[in-house]
């Protein structure tokens, strides 16, 4: 027989989105359980902004200070160059929270501190190489997970199963829940290039005829991103690396050969692009949360922040039920609730512009681009900036921390 762990709340997925949840319930003096079915948190390539309304959780939790203290860049102003023109997006100096920028760290570290700080509290807990392959089931009830971990498989009962396991989530499709494909044109080519200390130290997006390049400054490198159409990255590799590399050195602004750091496909990571959103994110003992919940377009960064926040409104609706014994349908039809209105938002306006900017860029082959009148607007009159900050940098509704403190073990 399959090892058999009882639990009050278990969490799949060791993301931004289950680390969170797992350690504000954790906090509120609730059992959890977090699998992870990785041996550790590191990945490359993964969403790496914590934006101002995170670090404002991270604040009212009383780790922002230490937090920073972690090898990271801040960026207080987005910018763009569009056909050569140097365009100002977004300005966060002005926001209502306590960090005005955003912070580029490595998600692995983000995740490390959370588990750090979430091992004091003797109510948590957290399995690595922990691979969920299905739900338990008792009629409609859902009241485990089976997995297979590294000394084999093993069962988990839980009161409650939090599926934060990503876009191509097992638990939403061992639910059955049914989501709504809302499309994107792009994909997105990952690539890391070496970073010279003359470089310019800024951020940015070049969109140039037929493509759009993203470089983010890394500290000692350069995260990269070359965005394609939907399904051609088969067809960038046949055109050959050597083509590939002369792309890339023709939109990065280096004026040296940096893409010769590119040796072979294998250092190339591609993030198939996929917009969608569950109609319903529960059933009697299961909830969705994050990615899991609403797979984001990369646009604005935003998948790191809408995953916290669901993390922070999912604690804060079920920590008092779980903690007296049981979270009911209705308490999770309330999560749900609170977070589809800020879902629906920020995916509709992440679907304007990959239909209005993205998909008119990448299938625009001649002439100049010129900066559509928006952005025409940013450059003239820069309190218009304040705008996309806020949507970018706090979101459609900000969530806060109302979760007690148990205290650690």
């Known amino acids: 027989m399959p090892e058999a762990i009882r639990t009050t709340c278990c969490i799949v997925g060791g993301g931004p989105a289950g680390m969170m949840a797992g350690f504000l319930l954790a906090r509120a003096g609730v059992a959890v ?19 101002p309304s995170t670090l404002q959780v991270m604040h009212e939790l ?13 960026v207080r102003e987005l910018k763009a160059v569009v056909g050569g023109l140097p365009v100002p997006i977004a300005d966060f ?25 979430a091992k004091r509290y003797k109510t948590f807990g957290l399995r690595m190489d922990a691979d969920v392959t299905g739900i338990l089931t008792e009629g409609d009830q859902v009241t485990g997970v089976s997995v297979n971990g590294a000394n084999g498989p093993f069962e988990i009962e839980s009161r409650l199963v939090i599926g934060a396991d990503g876009r191509h989530s097992t638990v939403r499709d061992a639910a059955g829940f049914a989501a709504d494909d809302l499309s994107a044109p792009m994909d997105v080519l990952w690539f890391s290039l070496p970073r010279k200390v ?72 591609l993030l198939t692009v996929r917009v969608d959103r569950l109609r319903r994110w529960y059933r009697p003992g299961l909830l969705c949360i994050g990615d899991s919940a609403h797979a984001m377009s990369p ?22 039920p779980l903690r007296a014994g049981h979270a ?33 860029v990448l299938f625009k082959r001649r002439g100049v681009l010129r900066p559509p009148p928006m952005l025409r607007l940013f450059r003239r009159f820069p309190f218009l900036r304040r705008i996309p900050a806020r949507l970018i940098g706090m979101g459609i509704r900000p969530e806060h921390v109302q979760t007690p403190d148990f205290g650690g073990a």
């Open 299 to 320: 646009i604005g960064g935003v998948g790191v922040n809408l995953a916290v926040q669901d993390a922070v409104a999912a604690a804060n609706i079920l920590a008092a």
């Open 198 to 269: 003359t470089d310019k130290q800024e951020s940015m997006g070049r969109f140039e005829s037929g493509c759009i390049f993203i470089m983010i400054d890394r500290g000692d490198h350069w995260q990269c991103g070359l965005v394609i159409p939907k399904g051609w990255s088969d067809e960038v590799r046949q055109q050959g690396l050597p083509a590939f590399r002369e792309r890339v050195d023709e939109l990065g602004y280096f004026g040296d050969r940096r893409a010769d750091a590119v040796r072979d496909w294998d250092q190339v990571k």
């Open 328 to 360: 009911t349908t209705a308490d999770l039809a309330l999560v749900q609730r609170r977070r589809m209105f800020p879902t629906r938002v920020t995916q509709r306006l992440q679907i304007v512009l990959q239909n209005r900017v993205v998909r008119s």
């Open 93 to 117: 100096s002005h926001l209502p929270a306590r960090c005005k920028f955003i912070a580029f760290m490595p998600q692995w570290d983000f995740l490390n501190f959370l588990a750090k700080e």
């Open 62 to 74: 009383g780790l922002l200070e230490e937090f920073l203290k972690l090898p990271h860049q801040e």
């Open 33 to 51: 359980l977090v699998l992870e079915k990785h041996h550790d948190f590191f990945r490359d390539f993964r969403g790496d902004t914590i934006h």
